[in-house]
Each structure stands twice: as C-alpha cells, then as structure tokens.
Nanobody
Framework: QVQLVESGGGLVQSGGSLRLSCAASGSISSMYVMAWYRQAPGKQREPVATVTSDGRTDYAEFVKGRFTISRDNVKNTVYLQMNSVKPEDTGVYFC?????????WGEGILVTVSS
C-alpha cells in the first residue's frame, strides 16, 4: 500500500516562499504522474501542478510562473516550490500519485498565506 505524507506547510506572508514536500513510502519511479492539488474552504479540490515520469510538467494558470513542481526519484519525494504566494493560495494541499490507473492521496497539509 502506497503512503504519501506531505510536509512543509504552515503560515507564510504574502509575497513569501514555501516549499512543500511529499514523501512516498515506496519508490516513485513507477508512478506515471505525481501532482499537487489544493482545496480552499468551501471550494472544490483543484489541480495545481503535475509532473510525469518522463519529466513533463504542467501547471494551473493561477500558479504558472510562481510555483515549481519537481520529483526526486532517489529520495522518493515530490516537491512544490511556492514563490510569490498570494492570500488566495491559502488552502489544504494534497499530494497525488497515479500508477497503473490507480490514484493515491496524501492526507493534506494546510498552507495559510497572510495579507
């Protein structure tokens, strides 16, 4: 059973930076795609960024140019570097992985951006 554990969340000032980490219990090399989602209070969970096994990345328009997703297959960890954060970036961020069409989720971690 794959486990994903997020860390690095917390409180950050608007315009600041934060790096989220997602540590997998096993190898992420076999994961076809890994992603970060976020969910603000009262809103639908939405994709933020994805990275495929061959290194292709994709970003939601609202984070493009500010956030960077990366994966370290040696450390079995996926990162989300968040720069120039805005109050609207506040929410619970979830790590997601897909392997053989099976989806895995972390429990989520709260990011709060103060004005």
């Amino acid at each position: 059973q794959v486990q994903l554990v997020e860390s690095g969340g917390g409180l950050v000032q608007s315009g600041g930076s934060l790096r989220l980490s997602c540590a997998a219990s096993g190898s992420i090399s076999s994961m076809y795609v890994m992603a970060w989602y976020r969910q603000a209070p009262g809103k639908q969970r939405e994709p933020v960024a994805t990275v495929t096994s061959d290194g292709r990345t994709d970003y939601a328009e609202f984070v493009k140019g500010r956030f960077t997703i990366s994966r370290d297959n040696v450390k079995n960890t996926v990162y989300l570097q968040m720069n120039s954060v805005k109050p609207e970036d506040t929410g619970v961020y979830f790590c997601n992985a897909v392997r053989y069409s099976v989806k895995y989720w972390g429990e989520g971690i709260l990011v709060t951006v103060s004005s």
